[in-house]
């Protein structure tokens, strides 16, 4: 079966491997342009592009899939595409192209969180379990029928960032198993059933921790948006980056937003109890250890974090 694979993100490349590894004929990988990374703003392949690269792929470079784009995935006349994290949206026409259609591995069981952020929408809403499906990509939002679905629960310390890893693996091989029943004829769909949510992407504004707002909340906001786009707070009107906390419920006596050292810990106080800060980034500062960063501010009495 020749399969154009569409990805863009290091989440999705072990889903291309895994269908390599499966014997699949993947004709063509499309994947978004080089980006500027870093500092210097040094055009980068993607992830995708880049192992696509390495496993000697024909790759189709599209920001969107447009009218170049369309032509070019006909003219690698894939029997399927599968599609993971690529960034765009794909039009009727596109999707008209494989007689077998699209089939999209999305990181939620759908229909609960359905957008570009489902993991960290997830653990920010604080749910226990989580995991991804296989499912025929029509025009909607993430509205099609499911091939396949695996569970994954969300441990209390789990960033965004780490549930992600697991699931674009566990995730990977459904995508190959869905595949494989589609070319053995033996694949059946069925349609979404239950409570639908929205997982908007995430905006910069959305890394901005509330101190008023109870611990718990803080918590998993902080986790969520980590690795991207990353918790922050301000202080003196800059603005400081932090990694995630930890739950401190044995202090209660701090205000929302204030600074206290309690032994070798940094304590932050919010709407309900205290939480400890694990590396906080000053504003054109590295990442550091909290304590490290509170010596060098002295003492903390009157700082406040916004």
Not at 60 to 83: G, L, R
Not at 119 to 144: H, I, N, P, Y
């Amino acid at each position: 079966m020749r399969v154009l694979f569409a990805g863009t993100p290091a989440v999705a490349v072990p889903s291309l491997d895994a269908l390599v590894k499966a014997g699949f004929d993947v004709v063509a990988v499309l994947t978004r342009p080089d980006a500027p990374i870093g500092r210097k703003r040094v055009l980068t392949p993607s992830p995708v592009a880049a192992r696509a690269l390495e496993l000697g792929l024909d790759v189709i470079y599209a920001a969107k899939v447009d009218d170049a784009a369309v032509e070019q995935i006909s003219a690698a006349a894939p029997d399927v595409a599968a599609i993971v994290a690529y960034g765009g949206l794909v039009p009727p026409t596109a999707l008209a192209i494989p007689r077998h259609g699209w089939i999209n591995l999305h990181f939620s069981l759908l229909p609960a969180w359905r957008g570009a952020a489902p993991v960290q929408r997830s653990v920010m809403a604080g749910d226990d379990v989580t995991g991804a499906v296989t499912f025929q990509l029509e025009k909607g939002l993430d509205t099609g029928p499911v091939f396949g679905t695996l569970t994954e629960s969300v441990g209390p310390e789990d960033t965004a960032g780490q549930l992600l890893e697991r699931l674009s693996h566990s995730g990977a091989v459904l995508l190959a198993q869905t595949l494989s029943a589609i070319e053995a004829g033996k694949a059946s769909a069925v349609p979404q059933a239950g409570d639908v949510s929205l997982a908007p992407k995430l905006t910069l504004e959305d890394g901005h921790l509330n101190w008023r707002h109870p611990a718990l909340a803080i918590g998993r906001q902080a986790r969520g948006v980590t690795p991207e786009p990353g918790a922050w707070t301000l202080l003196d009107g800059q603005r400081v980056k932090l990694e995630p906390v930890r739950l401190r419920p044995d202090v209660e006596d701090l205000a929302p937003g204030a600074l206290a050292v309690h032994g070798k810990s940094v304590l932050v106080g919010t709407g309900s109890h205290a939480v400890e800060l694990t590396r906080i980034q000053p504003a054109g500062k590295k990442m550091m250890a909290a304590p490290d960063w509170a010596r060098g501010i002295g003492s903390l009495e009157g700082v406040v974090f916004e």
